[in-house]
């Protein structure tokens, strides 16, 4: 086990700082890759070694179950392994189950298990015909009124205040958040949400509770506090009380989920909340060389007038040596900049790079397949990040529903046994099967059979229930460990994290930004994200784009503007090429309400179930190619028909 002094080795004066201020509150705010994370595991594990802190009495909360698995990890290699370190929706559930008899009474709740399928029935129940897409904008938009703590009366003030653009009118919105309420009540079942507000009002209603859940913690540490969102840090005040043991660290050039309701104030209000705070800030980066921590400067100083104030620009000081330069493709379609990607991958890794040292980073989850077939095809491994995508597929669809109905009739076997014996009805064979198809498949289930397990080692007394409510609050999946693949990940999903090697691809308008970030506010955030992938390269950054969808396609997209000045030559021609697409923009506008065609279509159009921020670009590209049309034709009056004959399609 490190003594205290080898926990202190290897930080830098800063960092020691934070590490050493063990009591009272702490907050670090820092760029990318300057070692916050670090800082508050060895301050964790230093509190722990100096016997300041008893170890069961602190709580870290991570923003992903993947990262408190990590946290976990190098917790266990520094001395303190009884340390809790959870995502807030972990921990709730886990104090809510312990305490339901008690406190709520009557049969525990079933959580959720598809969002979706509960908003169109409260939809269904107000009248309202709904498409998918409308159906996910409703789901997030009832999520982003839950974390704001937005009561379903105040719904149409809120969004008027926010000047937020709701799927539907938002009376219409309020009357399905207030249905998707009722119906959430009279089935019993609980969604993320109402799973952090019910332990809030449970600690707030009961104070012989909040008593033991605050005399079980006493310290508390969040990572990536940027993205906290109000119902998040009620719960977090909750748990604090009246005591001031919080250590928060966050970089605001990081916020990514504003959409979602998040807010960075909370952490560049914290010194002035806690006027006695240690406050520090550390801008050595540890991770990058010079030559990508230069790109991600000049992102920093990119930001327009909505960025943040330039008290947290924050610019970063690299630490590591040279390494190679950026590099800009530009593709001319999808298919060419997935196969030239997937064949640097491969001489990557021909070069001595391990594959789960790379990553291949896109904005929407969409965009993922092309790069599944391209490293397919080039027979390279690779893993997609992301609990959407894994939960989505139809064979852990199925394994969850017969976990599920099995929980309720628990034999009493043990959780593994459990698992493995429901698990090989579903094809789960000893060894995997022939085919990509049926491995893919075989992997999946192997994967959620291997979780049973980590699981099980972790906490012995653990039954199949506990098993299937851990998967629904897991906010990410690992795969099998050990395996050696490819990332592919969002940029939501690559937060915290980083590889030697990263592929940033499909820069293009429409996609970063995306195409419905409209306001100041959602480009600034779109900034944000592209500077959370360009950080989160160790040495090889690769930036790259496509103009056209598929290949002999039509040309109509431009580099992002976030490209714009960080490869000089070629800025000018890509502003120049967007300038002529907004004016062939204008020429075809709604005579009702002067939106451009496009952009009236696109507003109708949205997000999918699994990333808030991906469109159908299937569709965009009809639009696209409709709009060309009416332009050439000067058909300004078919705008009507062709706008509903396109949203019916
Ligand atoms: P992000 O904002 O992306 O979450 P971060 O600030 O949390 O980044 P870490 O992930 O903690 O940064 O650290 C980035 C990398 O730098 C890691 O590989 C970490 O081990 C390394 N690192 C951090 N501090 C030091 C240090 N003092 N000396 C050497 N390496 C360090
Ligand atoms: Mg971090």
Known sequence: ???????????????????????????????????????????????????????????????????????????????????????FHAAALRQLSYFWADAVGGPKPTLIDSKIKTVAA?????????????????????????????????????????????????????????????????????DFESMLELTVAMIHERPDIAERIRSQYRYFVVDEFQDVNPLQKLLLDAWLGDRDDICVVGDPNQTIYTFAGATPSY???????????????????????????????????????????????????????????????????????????????????????????????FRTNSQSATYEQALADAGVPYTVRGAAQ????????????????????????????????????????????????????????????????????????????????ELHTRAAIEHAPGFDGVTLASLHAAKGLEWDAVFLVGLTEGLLPIIYAETPEQVEEERRLFYVGVTRAREHLHLSWALARSPGGRRTRTPSRFLDGLRPAAAAPARQHRERHRKKDRMVRCRVCGATLLEAVERTLGRCQDCPASVNEELLERLRHWRREAAALQKVPAFVIFTDATLQA
């Open 1 to 87: 086990m490190p003594s205290a002094e080898e926990i202190l080795r290897g930080l830098d004066p800063e960092q020691e700082e934070a590490v050493r201020a063990v009591r009272g509150p702490v907050c670090i705010l820092a760029g990318a890759g300057t070692g916050k994370t670090r800082a508050i595991t060895h301050r964790i594990a230093y509190a722990v070694a100096t016997g300041v802190v008893p170890e069961q009495q602190i709580l870290a909360v991570t923003f992903t179950t993947r990262a408190a698995g990590e946290m976990r990890g190098r917790l266990r290699a520094l001395g303190a392994p009884r340390v809790q370190a959870r995502t």
């Open 122 to 190: 409260a939809a269904h129940s107000c009248g309202f015909q709904v498409d998918r897409t409308e159906l996910r904008d409703l789901a997030a938009e009832i999520e982003w009124a839950k974390v704001t703590q937005t009561r379903p009366t105040d719904y149409e003030t809120a969004v008027a205040k926010e000047g937020r653009t709701p799927p539907m009118p938002p009376r219409d919105v309020a009357r399905v958040y207030e249905a998707y309420e009722e119906l959430r009540s009279e089935h019993n079942l609980l």
């Open 267 to 361: 952490l560049t209000g914290f010194p002035e909340v806690y006027p006695h705070a240690t406050v520090v800030r550390l801008v050595r980066d540890y991770r990058s060389t010079p030559q990508v921590v230069r790109v991600a400067n000049a992102v920093l100083r990119s930001g327009g007038a909505a960025a943040l104030s330039p008290d947290y620009r924050m610019e970063l000081v690299a630490q590591r040596p040279d390494g190679p330069e950026p590099t800009y493709t530009e593709y001319d379609d999808d298919l060419a900049e997935a196969t030239a990607v997937a064949e640097k991958i491969t001489g990557l890794i021909n070069a001595g790079t391990p594959a789960r040292e790379i990553a291949v980073l």
């Open 390 to 469: 894994f939960f989505d597929r139809p064979e852990i669809r199925a394994a969850l529903h017969t976990l599920r109905g099995a929980s309720r009739a628990d034999d009493g076997e043990s959780l593994v046994t459990t698992v493995r014996h429901l698990l090989q009805p579903l094809g789960l064979t000893e060894q995997p099967p022939e085919g990509r198809q049926a491995r893919e498949k075989w992997e999946s289930l192997a994967a959620l059979a291997q979780l049973a397990e980590t699981i099980a080692a972790q906490r012995p007394e653990a039954r199949l229930a506990d098993f299937v409510a």
